[in-house]
C-alpha cells in the first residue's frame, strides 16, 4: 500500500503538451496501474476523518489490496487529483463527505473509472441513495468489491464573484435558503447533524424570500414562476443536511431531478416548515411547487448563496442552468 504525498501532479519545470499527455492517458488506460486509489480527506467530519486514517492502512496491508492513499489538503485538491488518478487507476475511493465525493467525481463524470464511498463526513447524503449499510467496515468491503450501478447527476452553470462556473453535482442543489445554510455550517464548530441544525437556526433569524423567474422542463411539460421564493431546492438523491427529506420520492436512476420551490410564508411559521421538511410532507402542501424535470433556468435578481452537495458558492446572481445528466456516473455500490 503506497501513500504518497499530497501533490503527485507533474513538476512545473518539466511542461507535458497535450499530445504527450493524451498519450500518456491511452497508454493507461490500455493497464491501469492500481485497481483503486483512495483520495482521503482528514478534515472531514470537522476533522473527524482523520482518526481513521491509520485503520484504513491497516485493513488495506492485511487484506494485501493493491492501491494508494492520497491526502487532500485543500479545497479543490479532490478535483486535481481525481483528474490525474483516473489514468492509472480502475476505481477511485473518495474517503470524506459529501464535499468530497463531489469534487471527486466532477472528473469521472462520462469516464470509464469508477467512483466508490468511504463515508466519513457528517451527512454522507448521496452514499445513502447507493448503499443499504450503516457500517463503516461494510462500506469499505463493496468499495473494494465490483458491483457497480450507473447513476444520474446534475449539472449547473452559473456565475458567483464575477466567475463563471460549470460543475456537477451527485445529491442536491440548494439555492436561497438552503445555500445559506451550507455557507453557515461550513464554519460551525458544531458536529455530525448538529452542525446543520444549528446553521438552519441561526441562518432562520434574518433570512427572507427572494424573487426568481423559473423555467422548468418537467414531467408534465413546460412550467414557468414569477414568485418570491423562500427555498429552492433540487435532488438528485433523496436527503440533503443528514435528515432533511428535500425529495422523498427520487431516485439517481430515474432520468429526472426533483424540484421544489418553497413560496414565501410568515417567519412564524418556519418551525412548521422544517418538521415538514424532516417528514418529506412539503412535497403535498400548496405553497410548495414540486416537479420531476429534466433541466430548469432560474433568474435572480439579488445575490443568493448556491450549495453543491453541501459545497457552498457565495453571491451567485443572473442566470442559472440546470439539467439531469442520466446515467453519467459509475458507482461502485452494495444495492
Given at each position: 500500500?503506497?501513500?504518497?504525498?499530497?501533490?503527485?501532479?507533474?513538476?512545473?519545470?518539466?511542461?507535458?503538451?497535450?499530445?504527450?499527455?493524451?498519450?500518456?492517458?491511452?497508454?493507461?488506460?490500455?493497464?491501469?496501474?492500481?485497481?483503486?486509489?483512495?483520495?482521503?480527506?482528514?478534515?472531514?467530519?470537522?476533522?473527524?476523518?482523520?482518526?481513521?486514517?491509520?485503520?484504513?492502512?491497516?485493513?488495506?496491508?492485511?487484506?494485501?489490496?493493491?492501491?494508494?492513499?492520497?491526502?487532500?489538503?485543500?479545497?479543490?485538491?479532490?478535483?486535481?487529483?481525481?483528474?490525474?488518478?483516473?489514468?492509472?487507476?480502475?476505481?477511485?475511493?473518495?474517503?470524506?463527505?459529501?464535499?468530497?465525493?463531489?469534487?471527486?467525481?466532477?472528473?469521472?463524470?462520462?469516464?470509464?473509472?469508477?467512483?466508490?464511498?468511504?463515508?466519513?463526513?457528517?451527512?454522507?447524503?448521496?452514499?445513502?441513495?447507493?448503499?443499504?449499510?450503516?457500517?463503516?467496515?461494510?462500506?469499505?468491503?463493496?468499495?473494494?468489491?465490483?458491483?457497480?450501478?450507473?447513476?444520474?447527476?446534475?449539472?449547473?452553470?452559473?456565475?458567483?464573484?464575477?466567475?463563471?462556473?460549470?460543475?456537477?453535482?451527485?445529491?442536491?442543489?440548494?439555492?436561497?435558503?438552503?445555500?445559506?445554510?451550507?455557507?453557515?455550517?461550513?464554519?460551525?464548530?458544531?458536529?455530525?447533524?448538529?452542525?446543520?441544525?444549528?446553521?438552519?437556526?441561526?441562518?432562520?433569524?434574518?433570512?427572507?424570500?427572494?424573487?426568481?423567474?423559473?423555467?422548468?422542463?418537467?414531467?408534465?411539460?413546460?412550467?414557468?414562476?414569477?414568485?418570491?421564493?423562500?427555498?429552492?431546492?433540487?435532488?438528485?438523491?433523496?436527503?440533503?443536511?443528514?435528515?432533511?427529506?428535500?425529495?422523498?420520492?427520487?431516485?439517481?436512476?430515474?432520468?429526472?431531478?426533483?424540484?421544489?420551490?418553497?413560496?414565501?410564508?410568515?417567519?412564524?411559521?418556519?418551525?412548521?416548515?422544517?418538521?415538514?421538511?424532516?417528514?418529506?410532507?412539503?412535497?403535498?402542501?400548496?405553497?410548495?411547487?414540486?416537479?420531476?424535470?429534466?433541466?430548469?433556468?432560474?433568474?435572480?435578481?439579488?445575490?443568493?448563496?448556491?450549495?453543491?452537495?453541501?459545497?457552498?458558492?457565495?453571491?451567485?446572481?443572473?442566470?442559472?442552468?440546470?439539467?439531469?445528466?442520466?446515467?453519467?456516473?459509475?458507482?461502485?455500490?452494495s444495492q
Amino acid at each position: 500500500m503506497q501513500t504518497p504525498s499530497k501533490d503527485l501532479k507533474r513538476s512545473s519545470s518539466a511542461p507535458i503538451t497535450p499530445e504527450m499527455f493524451a498519450l500518456e492517458a491511452l497508454e493507461a488506460r490500455k493497464q491501469k496501474e492500481f485497481p483503486r486509489w483512495f483520495i482521503f480527506n482528514p478534515a472531514a467530519n470537522k476533522g473527524r476523518a482523520k482518526s481513521r486514517l491509520k485503520w484504513l492502512e491497516k485493513v488495506l496491508l492485511g487484506r494485501r489490496e493493491e492501491g494508494v492513499i492520497q491526502l487532500t489538503s485543500k479545497r479543490g485538491d479532490g478535483i486535481a487529483f481525481s483528474e490525474s488518478a483516473k489514468v492509472k487507476a480502475e476505481t477511485i475511493v473518495a474517503c470524506g463527505g459529501d464535499g468530497t465525493v463531489n469534487e471527486v467525481a466532477q472528473s469521472l463524470v462520462g469516464s470509464e473509472t469508477r467512483l466508490a464511498i468511504l463515508p466519513l463526513g457528517s451527512g454522507n447524503d448521496f452514499f445513502k441513495n447507493v448503499s443499504a449499510t450503516k457500517k463503516l467496515d461494510d462500506a469499505l468491503k463493496a468499495a473494494l468489491q465490483n458491483k457497480t450501478r450507473k447513476v444520474d447527476v446534475g449539472k449547473v452553470s452559473f456565475s458567483f464573484n464575477g466567475q463563471t462556473c460549470s460543475r456537477y453535482f451527485l445529491n442536491s442543489l440548494g439555492l436561497g435558503f438552503t445555500g445559506a445554510i451550507a455557507k453557515e455550517a461550513s464554519v460551525s464548530k458544531r458536529r455530525g447533524n448538529l452542525i446543520y441544525l444549528d446553521a438552519l437556526r441561526k441562518v432562520g433569524k434574518t433570512y427572507s424570500a427572494a424573487p426568481m423567474r423559473i423555467s422548468l422542463n418537467a414531467e408534465s411539460g413546460v412550467l414557468t414562476y414569477s414568485e418570491s421564493i423562500f427555498a429552492l431546492t433540487v435532488g438528485n438523491g433523496k436527503i440533503e443536511g443528514g435528515k432533511f427529506k428535500i425529495a422523498p420520492d427520487a431516485s439517481v436512476s430515474d432520468g429526472f431531478l426533483n424540484i421544489g420551490l418553497l413560496l414565501a410564508f410568515p417567519k412564524w411559521q418556519l418551525p412548521i416548515w422544517v418538521l415538514r421538511y424532516l417528514r418529506g410532507s412539503q412535497i403535498r402542501h400548496a405553497n410548495v411547487r414540486y416537479h420531476k424535470i429534466t433541466s430548469a433556468t432560474i433568474c435572480v435578481s439579488e445575490p443568493l448563496a448556491l450549495h453543491l452537495d453541501g459545497e457552498a458558492f457565495e453571491n451567485v446572481a443572473g442566470e442559472i442552468r440546470i439539467e439531469c445528466v442520466p446515467s453519467a456516473l459509475t458507482v461502485v455500490a452494495s444495492q
